[in-house]
């Protein structure tokens, strides 16, 4: 079965700690795997794929096939990090199969 | 580039009646999906279009259907409308060019069902 799970509904730290948000996938093949944001009031957007390597935002994600995870890093959290971040794999057949979403609080 | 458009923004309808939301992809982009997002559910496939022929179809009932235009622009219908239909409905555009293919929102339109 073709699944993603965020295990935490809400994380909360401190200005300058690190973040880590928690994504694991089922997929039986080559998986392409997305984080989106979505701020409030904001329209859902991408913020890193793994095919990418890239950072975003001091936003960094790498794929472990071997624990099948893609976690959400980030050295220092900043308040306007705030937002819920979204997990997603995409299917063979271009269907984004999201997870239930991490609420990200960062308290000043 | 403008972004993934939607209208209307926010949509109050009863239970029975039937709704049309309409989707513009992004300039080029020729790939189309459909999802809804609730605080129970999450988000949620409907439906994909490609070409003006629906390509992908999520798990929900007959009621929601869509469609595709020339143009690339699309619309979703749900006929019939129960309260369990109230949810931010969401377009997605994407290019279409298989792997590292990216989909981009737009704002959702938002349906409220009494």
């Known amino acids: 079965a073709q699944r993603v799970t965020q295990p935490e509904k809400l994380l909360s730290v401190f200005k300058g700690a690190p973040v880590e948000l928690k994504c694991n996938y089922s997929y039986s093949g080559s998986p392409e795997l997305f984080w989106y944001v979505q701020y409030s009031r904001q329209r859902l957007q991408l913020l890193l794929r793994h095919i990418s390597r890239e950072s975003i935002k001091g936003f960094t994600a790498d794929l472990n096939k071997g624990e099948t995870s893609f976690h959400l890093k980030k050295p220092f959290a900043q308040e306007e990090d705030s937002a819920m971040y979204y997990c997603a794999l995409r299917s063979a057949t271009n269907k984004l199969i999201f997870g239930t979403g991490t609420l990200l609080a960062v308290q000043p | 580039k403008a972004g993934v458009t939607q209208t209307p923004r926010y949509l109050i309808k009863t239970r029975g009646q039937q709704v049309t939301l309409s989707c513009s992809p992004i300039?080029?982009?020729?790939?189309v999906s459909w999802y809804q997002q609730t605080p129970g559910q999450g988000l949620q496939f409907l439906f994909e279009?490609?070409?003006?022929?629906?390509?992908n179809k999520g798990n929900f009932p007959g009621r929601f259907s869509g469609r595709q235009f020339s143009n690339s622009r699309s619309e979703m219908n749900v006929s019939t409308l129960e309260l369990g239909d109230s949810a931010l409905y969401l377009c997605?555009?994407?290019?279409?060019?298989?792997?590292?293919?990216?989909?981009?929102f737009g704002p959702g339109t938002r349906l409220t069902v009494l």
């Open positions: 997605a555009s994407s290019l279409d060019r298989g792997i590292g293919d990216t989909q981009y």
């Open positions: 279009y490609f070409s003006e022929t629906q390509r």
């Open positions: 300039s080029g982009h020729r790939s």
